[in-house]
Each structure stands twice: as structure tokens, then as C-alpha cells.
């Protein structure tokens, strides 16, 4: 069975600064996906970032990029330029490729941008 | 991309009563899926709703509690039956996207408080 841990239940940045949220998951399979939602205090989950395992190359969308160390079984997230609505409940999930496709969920991190 | 609506969006219920969550999708899916998100905690995946099957429930969950409808491939129902105090979550309804990516949506949550 996969896991995914996220060590940092809470963290905390300035505006216009950088954090990097961290992921480890386990699995033996050699082909997956990865994804960092966030969930803000209204509750909606909006997906942040994806990447797939067999990428080498980091996803990147606008401020939001990754860290995918496949070896390291380990999925950062980087968020630059840090803004007052990016203060939310960030989760790292990740899923099989083929078969018994359901997501599994870290525990999550409280990110809070201070201004 | 897939928009999804949940009714109601939140309720205050008493103990031993039940009550019927329903999940709209703005086009047709295949798989849907349903979860609890327990105060302060992650998602954990209930079970999963397929048109024309039963659903399928995960370890801990089971259908006399949680019993599930898939009358077409748009809507689906989730019921907490017989509901005590630690049936108080949010309960989010999902759905998988096509493509390469597979990622999940999700609807707003229904914020259930049992008394």
C-alpha cells in the first residue's frame, strides 16, 4: 500500500517570500502521478501542481513549482513570491498509474502567509 | 475539467437521524467518488460510486452507514445513516478527470455537525 507523509503539520512565511512544503511518499510502484491541492478556508480543493513519475523534468506553474526526486521518493513543493491567498491547507496526493486507481493523501500542511 | 456541486453545503443534525448528501456533475463520469475529511485531518476516501455497479467501500466503511447512489452518470447520493457526534466532517464529493493526468475534482464539501 502507498503512503504519503508531509513532516510539517504547520508553517509560516512572509509576503513576497519563498517556503518549500515537503512530501515523502512510499510505494513500489514504478509508475505514478503526483499532485499538490490546496485547500483553502473555503474548502474547495484546487489542484496546485502535477507531475508524472516518469518525468524528469520539475513541474512548474507560474510561482508554484517542485522538487521531484523519484529515487528519494520525495515531492516538495516550492511557492515563490508569496501572497496573502496562498494562506490554505496545502495536501500532497499521490496516485497508481494503472489499476486500483484511488488517491492517496498526506495529513497535509497549514501554510499561513503573514503580511 | 469537471465543475461539481454539492447539496447541502452544510447542516446541523441530531443524533440518530440521516441525512442525504447530493453531488451534481456539469458532464458525464464514469467513477465518482466520495470522502470524509475529519476536523483538522486529511481526506480518506469512502468509497467509490460507478453507474450501473454497487459502489465499492473502503476498509472502515461500510454501506448499511454509509449507503450510496449512482442513478446516472451526473449525480450520485452518499447517506450518513444513524448518525452519532463522530459523524461530524466535512464530506467531499469527486470526480476523475480524462486525460493523460487522471487528476481529481472536487465539490465545495458538505460541513456535517452532528449534536
Known amino acids: 500500500a502507498q503512503t504519503v507523509t508531509q513532516s510539517q503539520p504547520e508553517m509560516s512565511v512572509q509576503e513576497a517570500e519563498t517556503v518549500t512544503l515537503s512530501c515523502t511518499y512510499d510505494?513500489?510502484?514504478?509508475?505514478?502521478?503526483l499532485f499538490w491541492y490546496k485547500q483553502p478556508p473555503s474548502r474547495q480543493m484546487i489542484l496546485v501542481i502535477r507531475?508524472?513519475?516518469?518525468?524528469?523534468q520539475n513541474a512548474t506553474e507560474n510561482r508554484f513549482s517542485v522538487n521531484f526526486q523519484k529515487a528519494a521518493k520525495s515531492f516538495s513543493l516550492k511557492i515563490s513570491d508569496s501572497q496573502l491567498g496562498d494562506t490554505a491547507m496545502y495536501f500532497c496526493?499521490?496516485?497508481?498509474?494503472?489499476?486500483?486507481?484511488?488517491?492517496?493523501f498526506g495529513p497535509g500542511t497549514r501554510l499561513s502567509v503573514l503580511p | 475539467s469537471a465543475v461539481i456541486s454539492q447539496k447541502p453545503s452544510r447542516d446541523i443534525c441530531q443524533r440518530g437521524t440521516s441525512l442525504t448528501i447530493q453531488c451534481q456533475v456539469d458532464?458525464?463520469?464514469?467513477?465518482m467518488f466520495w470522502y470524509r475529511q475529519q476536523p483538522g485531518q486529511s481526506l480518506t476516501l469512502i468509497a467509490t460510486?460507478?453507474?450501473?455497479?454497487?459502489?465499492?467501500?473502503e476498509s472502515g466503511f461500510v454501506i448499511d452507514k454509509f449507503p450510496i447512489s449512482r442513478p446516472n452518470l451526473t449525480f450520485s447520493t452518499l447517506t450518513v445513516s444513524n448518525m452519532s457526534p463522530e459523524d461530524s466532517s466535512i464530506y467531499l464529493c469527486?470526480?476523475?478527470?480524462?486525460?493523460?493526468?487522471?487528476?481529481?475534482?472536487f465539490g465545495p464539501g458538505t460541513r456535517l455537525t452532528v449534536l
Open positions: 510505494t513500489s510502484e514504478n509508475n505514478y502521478y
Open positions: 460510486a460507478n453507474q450501473g455497479s454497487e459502489a465499492t467501500y
Open positions: 469527486s470526480t476523475r478527470g480524462a486525460g493523460a493526468y487522471n487528476e481529481q475534482f
Open positions: 496526493a499521490f496516485m497508481k498509474q494503472a489499476g486500483g486507481q484511488n488517491f492517496v
Open positions: 458532464s458525464q463520469v464514469t467513477m
Open positions: 507531475q508524472e513519475a516518469y518525468k524528469q
